[in-house]
DNA sequence: ATCCAATGTTGGTAGGGCCAACATATCAGA
DNA sequence: TCTGATATGTTGGCCCTACCAACATTGGAT
């Protein structure tokens, strides 16, 4: 879905927000944000699902807090993304003995699975978006985004 | 307010996430939505306000149908956000006489006066958005963004 | 014991980005 | 000139990401 209500052509677009780089971020990452939203959209899946996916192949088990933490998603949250991947059994969740108030969420076998093919059709979509930039410069983006996120994160 | 739920210092965040262009995009756009939201908050304004604004003070006078498409504003928003502004007396909105569909939306002095005031914190924002980035980096990005912004646009 | 911190949950809120449907008005072609 | 396709302003609604507040339960530290 979603047709981006971006500026439409022979409507110019106030150069006030041409120049403007959080405008140029913003409406950059609506365009990824859209790219994302249908490819994995396909897979019945949500940028939230594979970020949690993703910490737990990389990490392993953890509990929601930890997941949270890592992916940048608020607590309240992964509850409900959690819900969901439990409910397709990608995940799950069981009390920790060590901790009664954690749950260890773990990655089960379907959800490596979809875990990989969210990460193809994603590998996709990163190179429909970037298709204008040639490899140096998907570099060099890819680096002052990083030396940005950095910069306003505990670093 | 918005206290950003970025990835916590302490818990890794997935490589797969943070080589990931959308991810970088995305995350670095919050941070800039969220700077934008406090700055312009504290006018009691949000990034629609400035960006019809913007595009009135440069064009002129227009319909709400050719402000939404110069500003990527679906038509149905443009309406509240006119609502807003002309409630506060930054813009007036009267009938067209040449085609009685249409409404002619005109920037006030006060609504001069206060694109510049928003404008003014904006570009502290962008300051502190891109603290990390040297001058001719800063420059880099704006044209990577653009290119690719361009690429995914009528061009 | 006590108090503070962490965890999982529920239930909101806000902004940006859309869509469908409608009445009214315009315009181009038959 | 009649007519069907289009454009415009409006209303009402939906979704996703990003948060916040509050609460009960469980751990930890003192």
Redesign the interface.
Known sequence: MVCT??????????????????W??????????R??AEGLGALDAR?YHY?LL??L???GPASQA?L???????RSDVVAVLNELAAKNLVRRSPDPADRRRNVITLTTAGRRELHRM?DT?DR??DT?????SPS??D???R????????????
């Open positions: 209500m971006e500026p439409t052509p022979g409507a110019a677009t106030p150069a006030r927000l041409r120049t403007t780089p959080s140029l971020l913003t409406q950059t990452a609506a365009h990824a944000a790219l994302v940028g970020r993703a910490a192949d990389e990490f930890d949270g933490r890592r992916c940048g998603v608020d990460g994603l979509v990163q978006l970037l298709a204008p930039l410069e998907r060099e983006l890819n002052l985004l990083t030396a940005v996120l950095d910069h306003h994160s505990g670093r």
